[in-house]
């Protein structure tokens, strides 16, 4: 993807999603939305997955540029996820 960075393989991202138990979570909690923190945005493709299935993500990057592609990226296909750029220590 760029600035020396990879992108997870597919199935990757899929166990991760998987492992985050969304509808159990979501059967605890009647109503309510997931919220996920997803870390090291790269090109946003965690994001976009999770957001897809109805979380609300903010997702962190230490990158600058990286950040701003995943963020244009995902606003051009109409992915709202909550974007900061940072490195978790502020």
Avoid: C, K, N
């Avoid at 997870?8 to 996920?36: C, E, K, N, Y």
Wanted: charged share 15%.
């Amino acid at each position: 993807i760029g600035r020396g960075q990879t992108i997870s393989q597919p199935f990757i991202v899929a166990r991760m999603t998987q492992a985050l138990h969304l509808d159990a979570w979501r059967h605890s909690h009647p109503g309510a939305v997931p919220r996920v923190l997803d870390v090291g945005t790269g090109s946003g493709y965690q994001a976009a997955v999770l957001a897809a299935m109805g979380a609300w993500v903010t997702t962190i990057e230490q990158d600058p540029e990286l950040s701003a592609r995943a963020v244009a990226t995902l606003a051009a296909l109409g992915i709202t996820v909550r974007a900061v750029v940072g490195d978790g220590g502020e």
